[in-house]
């Protein structure tokens, strides 16, 4: 129901950035860190966990010993002045499973589905590099045919139907920019995908513990996706970012309407000019998210929506603040 689209040639649309994708990133990579350098800066608690310390054994103090790091009950019960020693966590890896079949190459809003895939792919790429992180990618075309992993760092990766592709997790802002430019040269191919297959991509092999973002529109049936997330949330903190554009919500008057399912190429003329059927259409749609949404909170998921008529990136803002409340909200001081 929600995967039809007005009618398009039949001959695959090529990536809309692969032409341009030097310039494009440029200008989204500028727009990202302009608008996000406040969320890096401590104006927001920021979308991914960045390097810190954790607390580890105390040792007697000593000249020149940071005195903020004062163990006072320690020192209380000793009467001997104690310090206390910092473990420093290892780098943050951070995975992303990007969703790129056919059902991505819709939009009737300012940004097809596959152009907000890929700038939320940048946002989340500035956000962990800028802390030295690592950063991965797998990138589904449809079908769970699985690619070996291979560099990226000279262009994009094969694409074909049926292809699941690993980007290796690497560091650095030269690394992460190749890796933006393989996601935005990858070509959408016809035929369905597999999400399900794509995030199971991130569960093997087993990495030590991260953070995984998972971004698709997520029409594929929830029982074909909700257990590996529930999988993945075991071991790493999930981020499941859902691209939805209005059309796929509710449908306009416009009279006789000729729709295709871009996976499966099944052509419908639906008379929208019928109240019943927009009616019927935008509850079936209602539903459809609803059961979305179910399933990522019964997998643990952080649920952050975007829309190809809104400013994405203003979501992501208020999806950071809102995140930051709720986690105050629930500290005792």
């Known amino acids: 129901m929600a995967r039809a689209a007005p009618v398009t040639s039949p001959t695959p649309r090529p990536a809309p950035l692969a032409d341009r994708s030097e310039a ?16 890096l800066q401590g104006d927001y608690a ?14 007697e103090y000593r000249p020149g010993d940071d005195v903020r790091r ?8 000793t009467t001997t002045p104690h310090v206390r020693r910092t473990v420093s966590d290892r780098e943050l890896e951070t995975w992303l499973a990007l969703d790129l079949s056919a059902s991505l190459d819709f939009g009737t809003g300012q940004w097809l589905k596959r152009e907000v895939v890929v700038a939320a792919a940048a946002a989340i790429t500035h ?3 800028r802390g030295g992180n690592r950063i991965g990618a797998v990138i589904g075309t449809g079908g769970g045919v699985s690619a070996p992993a291979r560099r990226w760092r000279g262009g994009p990766p094969p694409a074909g139907p049926g292809v699941l592709t690993r980007l290796p997790a690497r560091s650095g802002r030269k690394e992460a920019q190749g890796l933006l430019r393989a996601v935005a040269g990858t070509a959408i191919q016809p035929g369905r ?15 030590r513990r991260g953070v995984a973002v998972v971004v698709s529109d997520f029409l594929a ?6 257990r590996p997330m529930r999988k993945l949330r075991v071991r790493h903190d999930v981020l499941a970012i859902e691209v939805v554009d209005p059309r796929e919500l509710e449908l306009p008057d416009v009279g006789v309407l000729p729709v295709v399912d871009p996976e499966s190429g099944e052509l419908h003329e639906v008379q929208t000019a019928d109240p ?14 609803a059961t979305i949404a179910a399933a990522l909170r019964g997998a643990g998921a952080a649920h952050l929506r975007l829309r190809t008529d809104r400013d ?15 986690r105050t909200r629930g500290t005792t001081r």
């Not at 310390?53 to 105390?58: D, F, L, R, Y």
């Open 312 to 326: 994405w990136l203003l979501d992501m803002v208020r999806f950071v603040a809102a995140q930051r409340h709720a």
């Open 70 to 77: 004062m163990d006072w009950p320690v020192t209380a019960r």
């Open 221 to 226: 049936p929830a029982e074909q996706w909700a």
């Open 46 to 59: 920021g979308l991914l966990p960045g390097p810190g310390s954790e607390a580890g054994e105390s040792r």
């Open 24 to 39: 494009v990133l440029s200008r989204l990579q500028l727009l990202v860190t302009r608008k996000l350098d406040g969320l």
């Open 193 to 207: 995908g597999d999400l399900g297959a794509l995030v199971e991509m991130l569960n093997r092999p087993p990495r």
């Open 127 to 129: 956000l962990t590099v």
């Open 276 to 289: 019943r059927l927009r009616q019927r259409y935008a509850e079936a749609a209602a539903t459809q998210r």
